[in-house]
């Protein structure tokens, strides 16, 4: 489960097949033996579904990468893209987007061992099916030199509204730079990140081990959670007119009759920074990650299942979040 | 410094020849940048001081992708690495300074001196210590390591770093591992 600061944990691992060229110089042939093969070996561990990004729609595909199962660059420049997504959308791999595999495990909080632990069956499942390329002095080879090494990315969606409102984000991030970490905003940039979104996660995948990087990235995350705590109680210096800010959000979210993407993502994160403070009763801390998802356009042009204009999607929204945060955030007072 | 030139166009110095390489020559506070045919290139002598390295600086906090064509500068004097193609996939030495990209595992071996300096500079080393695959030919690369590992330490005559490789090695080889 999530908590209030860390919301989900992710782990990729890139990965090639040794002996075909990297996906940007690729044949269809080739690419389509990658996806058989990767199919075969998942098979194996649970059961995938596996998606062509030749054969979805638009829509669909968005909705994925909505999702975060897949990447954006999966959707839109790779030539024979593929993914796999395990049943309970935690695991997914793709196939032929920057390298041939890309294996993700998306976990609740703060779950980097976990997450370890689960992408490591993927992996053996894969290296025992398919020759991976492989070398003793550059690790997995990788396209792109910037993964070489153990392929791995670590990273930790976190949720920083008090260190963005006071103006401390971009010290954060200079400060979590020199531990050789990046931090972006999952939706947008520095204090600009929609929601209060961020991403952390390490720079050197190459002379570190697994188990080092797994042990970096959370070290960092506390540093940052500290630091979080520290500005959510500068916040209280000024309390009515936080109290009022978050109070007025759970006003809009409950009754606005239209509402943007970003209009939603600005209430969702303020009535989850309101559960905080105890000024807002939430049953399920969960299920607001969740709706931060489902309020994304092509989540709500599913949801509707027809074609909606901007303004008609707005208008759906609004509705949409009103009836569930009625029923799953009250104001405490 | 010098970079190689993708569009064409007509060396700044003879005004005959195609343009083929770029010069950037920085003076106190003003950068000029040239561009010379192979002839003039070659005759080119670069007047390298301090602030040549400001430059470097600032191509130092770029990301790692501008770093990589940053980089492609400093080997200017590499000519021969440079026209080095990949027989199994064309990349080129410049599309790999360019991207950051190779086209294949064979790439690696190609472009090995490109490759070896860049990636020391993003990833601050240059050796696995990870995780290896399943069922994967490493064989013995402990023992291939630690060579490669010694020859560093004579090359850089760090001695106390010699013997502890050698009795490393030494153990190996009583084990038959080598």
Same mark, same amino acid.
């Given at each position: 489960?999530?908590?209030?600061?860390?919301?989900?944990?992710?782990?990729?691992?890139?990965?090639?097949?040794?002996?075909?060229?990297?996906?940007?110089?690729?044949?269809?042939?080739g690419?389509?033996?990658?996806?058989?093969?990767?199919?075969?070996?998942?098979?194996? &561990?649970s059961?995938?579904?596996?998606?062509?990004?030749?054969?979805?729609?638009?829509l669909?595909?968005?909705?994925?990468?909505?999702?975060?199962?897949?990447?954006?660059?999966?959707?839109?420049?790779s030539?024979?893209?593929?993914?796999?997504?395990?049943?309970?959308?935690?695991?997914?791999?793709? &196939?032929?987007?920057?390298?041939?595999?890309?294996?993700?495990?998306?976990?609740?909080?703060?779950?980097?061992?976990?997450?370890?632990?689960?992408?490591?069956k993927?992996?053996?499942?894969i290296?025992?099916?398919?020759?991976l390329?492989?070398?003793?002095?550059?690790?997995?080879?990788?396209?792109?030199?910037?993964?070489?090494?153990?392929?791995?990315?670590?990273?930790?969606?976190?949720?920083?509204?008090?260190?963005?409102? *006071?103006?401390?984000?971009?010290?954060?991030?200079?400060?979590?730079?020199?531990l050789?970490?990046?931090?972006?905003?999952?939706?947008?940039?520095?204090?600009?990140a929609e929601?209060?979104?961020?991403?952390?996660?390490?720079?050197?995948?190459?002379?570190?081990?697994?188990?080092?990087?797994?042990?970096?990235?959370?070290?960092?995350?506390?540093?940052?959670?500290?630091?979080?705590?520290?500005?959510?109680?500068?916040?209280?210096?000024?309390?009515?007119?936080?109290?009022?800010?978050?109070?007025?959000?759970?006003?809009?979210?409950?009754?606005?009759?239209?509402?943007?993407?970003?209009?939603?993502?600005?209430?969702?994160?303020?009535?989850?920074?309101? /559960?905080?403070?105890?000024?807002?009763? &939430?049953n399920?801390?969960? /299920?607001?990650?969740?709706?931060?998802?489902?309020?994304?356009?092509?989540?709500?042009?599913?949801l509707?299942g *027809?074609?909606?204009?901007?303004?008609?999607?707005?208008v759906?929204?609004?509705?949409?979040?009103?009836?569930?945060? *009625?029923?799953?955030?009250?104001?405490?007072? | 410094?010098t970079?190689?030139?993708?569009?064409?166009?007509?060396?700044?110095?003879?005004?005959?020849?195609?343009a083929?390489?770029?010069?950037?020559?920085?003076?106190?506070?003003?950068?000029e940048?040239?561009?010379?045919?192979?002839?003039?290139?070659?005759?080119y002598?670069p007047?390298?001081g301090?602030?040549?390295f400001?430059?470097?600086?600032?191509?130092?906090?770029?990301?790692?992708?501008s770093?990589?064509?940053?980089?492609?500068?400093?080997?200017?004097?590499?000519?021969?690495?440079?026209?080095?193609?990949c027989?199994?996939?064309?990349?080129?030495?410049?599309?790999?300074?360019?991207?950051?990209?190779?086209?294949?595992?064979?790439?690696?071996?190609?472009?090995?001196?490109?490759?070896a300096?860049?990636?020391?500079?993003?990833?601050?080393?240059?050796?696995?210590?990870?995780?290896?695959?399943?069922?994967?030919?490493?064989?013995g690369?402990?023992?291939?390591?630690?060579?490669?590992?010694?020859?560093?330490?004579?090359?850089?005559?760090?001695?106390?770093?010699?013997?502890?490789?050698?009795?490393?090695?030494?153990?190996?080889?009583g084990?038959?591992?080598?």
């Amino acid at each position: 489960m999530s908590d209030n600061t860390i919301i989900s944990t992710r782990i990729r691992l890139a990965r090639n097949v040794d002996g075909l060229p990297f996906p940007h110089k690729l044949n269809e042939l080739g690419a389509r033996q990658i996806t058989d093969g990767v199919e075969r070996a998942l098979s194996g &561990v649970s059961r995938f579904t596996r998606y062509d990004m030749n054969g979805i729609s638009r829509l669909d595909g968005t909705i994925l990468q909505e999702k975060h199962l897949i990447s954006p660059d999966l959707l839109t420049d790779s030539r024979f893209g593929s993914v796999l997504i395990g049943a309970d959308e935690t695991a997914s791999v793709m &196939v032929n987007e920057e390298d041939h595999i890309r294996e993700q495990v998306i976990l609740p909080g703060l779950s980097l061992d976990a997450a370890y632990e689960r992408i490591q069956k993927i992996d053996d499942a894969i290296a025992s099916n398919m020759k991976l390329a492989f070398s003793p002095r550059y690790g997995y080879l990788t396209s792109c030199v910037t993964n070489l090494g153990t392929g791995m990315r670590a990273s930790v969606m976190m949720f920083l509204p008090g260190l963005t409102l *006071k103006k401390l984000i971009d010290a954060c991030i200079t400060d979590v730079g020199r531990l050789n970490m990046t931090v972006r905003g999952v939706y947008g940039e520095g204090s600009e990140a929609e929601g209060y979104l961020y991403q952390i996660s390490n720079q050197r995948t190459l002379g570190v081990t697994e188990r080092e990087i797994l042990d970096s990235v959370g070290g960092a995350i506390n540093h940052i959670v500290d630091a979080e705590n520290r500005a959510r109680g500068l916040l209280l210096r000024n309390e009515t007119e936080l109290k009022d800010k978050i109070y007025r959000a759970y006003g809009l979210a409950t009754n606005a009759y239209k509402l943007s993407t970003a209009e939603a993502m600005y209430v969702l994160a303020m009535i989850r920074l309101g /559960a905080y403070y105890g000024y807002i009763n &939430v049953n399920n801390v969960d /299920a607001l990650t969740d709706l931060t998802t489902r309020c994304r356009p092509a989540n709500m042009q599913k949801l509707s299942g *027809k074609n909606l204009s901007i303004e008609e999607r707005d208008v759906l929204r609004a509705k949409f979040l009103s009836a569930n945060i *009625k029923s799953l955030a009250q104001k405490s007072e | 410094m010098t970079a190689e030139v993708n569009i064409k166009m007509v060396c700044t110095k003879c005004g005959l020849r195609p343009a083929t390489t770029e010069i950037w020559q920085r003076y106190n506070d003003r950068t000029e940048k040239m561009f010379l045919c192979d002839e003039c290139a070659k005759d080119y002598k670069p007047n390298v001081g301090f602030d040549d390295f400001c430059v470097l600086d600032k191509l130092m906090e770029n990301s790692p992708i501008s770093l990589l064509s940053g980089l492609s500068s400093f080997f200017g004097d590499e000519k021969e690495t440079k026209k080095l193609i990949c027989p199994n996939c064309r990349t080129t030495a410049d599309e790999f300074l360019n991207t950051g990209f190779v086209g294949c595992t064979r790439c690696y071996e190609v472009f090995e001196p490109l490759i070896a300096r860049t990636v020391k500079k993003i990833q601050q080393s240059d050796r696995h210590v990870g995780k290896k695959p399943q069922g994967a030919d490493v064989g013995g690369s402990d023992a291939a390591r630690l060579k490669e590992e010694l020859q560093e330490a004579v090359d850089s005559r760090d001695y106390a770093r010699i013997s502890a490789i050698s009795d490393k090695l030494r153990k190996l080889e009583g084990n038959g591992e080598v």
